[in-house]
């Protein structure tokens, strides 16, 4: 996918106006985060879950080397095949090959995220292959020729009525010529149109949520079974999977399992969880003859045993978007790239580079949330500070900005002068009217009232001073 | 160098050290050959009558219907669930010797044909490797009695589940998959299946039936 990334702030301004996003996003904040709330509550393991699920990841990236050759060891064994991939160009070259290989006119694509990362639709279309999206959102936006905006719900950001419209236009052609306007109905009529497809695919290409080193399996979650579908008809199936994919056993598999549908979609489980491992065997009646493996790296290994190593344990459930006050606002397309929310602001600039990306770290109120969803734990506010300073340290901010920061660093470093500074800014600010409660407009803070109000100073003094009386009583 | 060789020491490079050697690398093996478990959820520590008594209760959450009968109740029960439900009485059935125990010559109107499902199926049957108590999930396993196919294109998917294949955790299924398969090996295809297909992605909101089955029966057979 083309990055607008270093567009973020306009893109943030056309979200804020769009009057269907806003109205999508408004139950985005009701159902997701309640429903992982409630799964959470259900079951009182779940933060030692956390914690396990944390050290796994830990370990495996400690150890990752090892685990994806144990990995790709047993996928051989079985007569499947592993493909090393440095680059996105490289994993795009070797997924068009063995397409072109296996005779491909059409494939059946499982949602991959990994998949946008390598923009991998528009190179098997310039290879006249034509790739089928069969996750319904991710046929609904492929329809649209948009770029999803959630990790695991890419239609999120669409109504019912746009989905509708959708369909009457792409469908109509095929005989459904009515618009319709029951969820159920939309439902079963891309189940048709899209079952002929999975029929028709020579290849089924998905992705993997975790890679298993002890037996060489591929794990999917989903809950429509299109990855099934496209695991299982098509004759040949490649899967795509980034190097941190891989764990050591299937044990680990159960305790992540049981963190990432919960944080996800609140669900105790997903639908389907299916662990494929080789190609079928010679006494199957049915599964593809022909299994590969692409692994791709991508930037990911430059990350590790770097300060920003954390952000490798993405299991992409999603959690840290859905409880995202800037999320929330303005939706996942307005970051620009493929992947959205708080974990976008924290792997884009190490994917696509900090000058194009650079922005994104900035959209974080550090509220703290994303953090305290997190099933593995990642520090992401922390994290989005690193990138931060690093902007900041490579001159990337203009020199006005740059001399404002350091000045507050150096206010902020001293704890005495920055008590004194905010307790007189609180007063000069009250100046300017406590009564309304927020200030539409400042002088010098343009920028910041331009799209915000800041909420006036109210009568106790700052955090601190109040702070320091109540610790005294 | 290889593109292999080249990732591998890209890692390697980062992780401040050569090939794994050592004592890490025993200890990464031994984490093969001795997997570590995590904590496992209380909910699902019962006797067994209480795990199959949790997986009907999660099973119904997760949209299943399920009836509990003799073994020599199974083929009427199926036949008898079909007819209340307007579903035709013909089903392509896995081939398996575990189904082969049921007297389905019983049922005169049930017509079944035996091996994969093809798109024209409208219901399946089909057994079960296993069934988690803690979350109402089934286990297939694929092989020459179990076509995936079967878990997935028929619109209805009816599990014949026996009792003594009902266990509480994860840990469990994996400690039987071992024990069938041999340690480090499995099946072409493992599904796990908690209740029918479901999209929510309009508008978040529930829907069944997205590309595998719209309706799931689960048949608990008493030993
Ligand atoms: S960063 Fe954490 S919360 Fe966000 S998608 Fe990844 S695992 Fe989920």
Avoid at chain 2, 55 to 68: D, K
């Amino acid at each position: 996918m083309r990055s607008t990334a270093h567009a973020f702030r306009g893109n943030v301004t056309g979200a804020l106006s769009d009057a269907n996003l806003q109205d999508s996003l408004s139950k985005l904040k009701k159902g997701f985060s309640e429903r992982r709330r409630q799964a959470a509550e259900r079951l009182p393991e779940f933060e030692a879950l956390r914690d396990a699920a944390r050290d796994i990841k830990n370990h495996s990236l400690a150890n990752l080397d090892f685990y994806l050759e144990t990995f790709e060891a047993k996928v051989v064994a079985l007569g499947g095949h592993v493909h090393w991939a440095p680059t996105a160009e490289d994993a795009r070259r070797i997924i068009g090959e063995l397409c072109r290989e296996a005779g491909a006119r059409t494939v059946a694509k499982s949602k991959s995220m990994v998949a946008e990362e390598i923009a991998l639709n528009d190179h098997l279309e310039a290879l006249g292959i034509a790739p089928i999206e069969t996750d319904l959102g991710e046929y609904i936006i492929q329809l649209r020729g948009e770029p999803p905006s959630h990790i695991i719900a890419p239609a999120v950001h669409l109504t019912k009525d746009q989905v509708a419209d959708t369909f009457l236009a792409h469908h109509g052609k095929l005989g459904y010529d009515k618009r319709l306007t029951e969820r159920n109905d939309l439902v079963a009529e891309a189940r048709a149109v899209l079952r002929q497809k999975f029929i028709d695919a020579d290849v089924g290409i998905t992705g993997a949520n975790f890679l298993i080193a002890e037996t060489g399996s591929s794990i999917l979650v989903t809950n429509e079974g299109n990855a099934d579908l496209s695991n299982t008809l098509p004759r040949t199936h490649i899967v795509l999977a980034s190097i941190e994919k891989v764990i050591p056993t299937l044990e680990d598999l159960g305790v992540l399992l049981r963190v990432l549908a919960r944080s996800a979609t609140g669900q105790e489980s997903s639908a389907y969880t299916t662990l494929n491992t080789g190609p079928r065997r010679a006494d199957d009646l049915d599964g593809p003859e022909a299994y590969h493996v692409v692994i791709l790296d991508n930037g990911r290994s430059q990350v590790l045993g770097t300060e920003m190593q954390e952000m490798l344990r993405c299991i992409r459930c999603g959690a840290c978007m859905n409880h995202c006050p800037v999320y929330g606002a303005i939706g996942g397309h307005a970051y620009g790239w493929v992947y959205p929310g708080p974990i976008g602001a924290v792997l884009n600039p190490q994917l696509i580079g900090l000058e194009e990306a650079g922005d994104l770290p900035n959209a974080s109120t550090f509220c703290g949330r994303c953090e305290s969803v997190c099933p593995v734990r990642i520090p992401l506010p922390g994290l989005m500070r690193h990138w931060r300073e690093r902007e900041f340290e490579r001159h990337l901010k203009p020199s006005a900005m740059r001399q404002g920061l350091a000045l507050w660093r150096f206010v902020a470093e001293r704890p005495r002068l920055y008590r004194a500074l905010t307790g007189l800014a609180n007063r000069v600010l009250a100046l300017f009217g406590r009564a309304e409660g927020a200030y539409s407009a400042l002088p010098l803070a343009g920028g910041w009232t331009a799209a915000r109000d800041l909420p006036a100073p109210q009568p106790g003094g700052t955090f601190h001073a109040q702070w320091a009386r109540g610790r005294r009583r | 160098m290889s593109a292999r060789g080249q990732m591998l020491d890209a890692i390697r490079r980062s992780l401040k050290r050569g090939p794994l050697t050592g004592p890490a690398r025993d200890a990464a093996e031994a984490r093969l050959a001795a997997p570590v478990r995590g904590p496992v959820p209380k909910r699902a520590d019962l006797d067994h009558a209480g795990q199959v008594a949790l997986f009907c209760q999660w099973a119904e959450t997760n949209n299943a219907s399920v009836a509990r009968v003799g073994a020599g109740e199974v083929p009427a029960e199926i036949a008898g669930w079909l007819k209340r439900n307007n579903l035709p009485a013909r089903a392509a059935m896995a081939p398996s010797a575990e189904l082969d125990r049921y007297d389905w010559a019983s049922q005169k109107l049930l017509e079944l044909r035996r091996g994969i499902a093809v798109p024209d199926d409208q219901v399946a049957i089909t057994g079960a490797f296993a069934a988690i108590a803690e979350t109402g999930t089934l286990v297939m396993a694929s092989g020459p009695g179990h076509p995936v196919t079967l878990n997935l294109l028929p619109e209805t998917h009816v599990v014949v589940l026996r009792e003594q294949d009902i266990v509480g955790g994860y840990e469990t299924v994996w400690e039987r998959l071992r024990a069938a398969y041999g340690r480090g090996a499995m099946p072409r295809t493992v599904n796990t299946i908690t209740g029918p297909s479901r999209t929510g992605d309009i508008e978040q909101t529930i829907e069944l039936g997205a590309h595998g089955p719209r309706r799931m029966h689960i048949v608990v057979v008493r030993p």
